[in-house]
C-alpha cells in the first residue's frame, strides 16, 4: 500500500553542520509534500509545503534560506537544515495525502544539534 | 488564541473506563476534522475523521459541532494499548498553502492495569 519513507530517522550533528532530510512516496505520486516540525510537549507546526516543480511556501516565521526545500519529482521531497543551531533540535515530519482520509506521515527524524 | 486547544491531560483511567477528549477551533472557515493518536516519538496516526453527523468506529465515538466550534473524541471499554496522545486536527485554508493540517497540542493518556 502506499507508504512515505523518511531518512534519516535520527541524526545527532554538531553546530553549524548542515542536515538534509529525505522523504519518498512510495507506490504514488506526491504533488503536494508539508514538512512540520515538533518540539517536545508542543503540537506539530507546519513549517512549509513543497509541490512538485515549483518553489515551496513558507510559513511566517519560518527561513526559506535556513530551511531549503527541494521537490524535484514526484516521489522525493527533501529538507536541509542549514548551519543547524542546538534551537533547531526538533521532531521534523513530513506529510502527503492522496485523499480526504488517505492521508500519510513519514516516521519523522530526530535531529540533534549539539 | 490557537488555532486547535484542547486540554492537555494526562488523562489516567484504569481499563475497561469511559473518557472523552474535547478540543475547540478558532478558525469557523475549518473545511475538515480529524483525530490522530500519537505514540512517544513516533509519527501521528489517522485514528478516524470527524463528521458533523457523528461516527463511530468500534470503541471510539466523534463528534463535531460547528456552532460552537467544538470537536470530542469518546473512547469506551478502554486497553492498555490506548495509551498514547490524541490529537485534535483541524483541515484550514492557509493563504500560503493552500489546506493544510493544524494541530492541537494533544491530550495524554495513560490506561493503567
Known amino acids: 500500500g502506499a507508504v512515505v519513507s523518511q531518512h534519516p530517522s535520527w541524526v545527532i550533528c554538531k553546530s553549524g553542520t548542515s542536515v538534509k532530510i529525505e522523504c519518498r512516496s512510495l507506490?504514488?505520486?506526491?504533488?503536494?509534500m508539508f514538512w512540520y516540525r515538533q518540539f517536545p510537549k508542543q503540537s506539530l507546526m507546519l513549517m512549509a509545503t513543497?509541490?512538485?516543480?515549483?518553489?515551496?511556501?513558507?510559513e511566517q516565521g519560518v527561513e526559506k534560506d535556513k530551511f531549503l526545500i527541494n521537490h524535484a519529482s514526484l516521489t522525493l521531497s527533501t529538507l536541509t537544515v542549514t548551519s543547524a543551531h542546538p534551537e533547531d533540535s526538533s521532531f521534523y515530519i513530513c506529510f502527503t495525502r492522496l485523499t480526504y482520509n488517505e492521508q500519510f506521515f513519514g516516521p519523522g527524524t530526530r535531529l540533534t544539534v549539539l | 488564541r490557537k488555532e486547535v486547544e484542547q486540554d492537555p491531560g494526562p488523562f489516567n483511567v484504569p481499563e475497561g473506563a469511559t473518557v472523552a477528549f474535547n478540543c475547540t477551533y478558532s478558525n469557523s472557515a475549518s473545511q475538515s476534522f480529524f483525530w490522530y493518536r500519537q505514540d512517544c516519538r513516533k509519527e501521528p496516526k489517522l485514528l478516524m475523521s470527524v463528521y458533523s453527523s457523528g461516527n463511530e468506529d468500534g470503541r471510539f465515538t466523534a463528534q463535531l459541532n460547528r456552532a460552537s466550534q467544538y470537536i470530542s473524541l469518546l473512547i469506551r471499554d478502554s486497553k492498555l494499548s490506548d495509551s498514547a496522545t490524541y490529537l485534535c486536527v483541524v483541515n484550514i485554508k492557509n493563504s500560503n498553502s493552500g489546506y493544510a493540517l493544524n494541530f492541537g497540542k494533544g491530550t495524554s493518556l495513560l490506561v493503567t492495569p
Open positions: 513543497s509541490n512538485e516543480g515549483s518553489k515551496a511556501t513558507y
Open positions: 507506490d504514488f505520486q506526491a504533488t503536494t
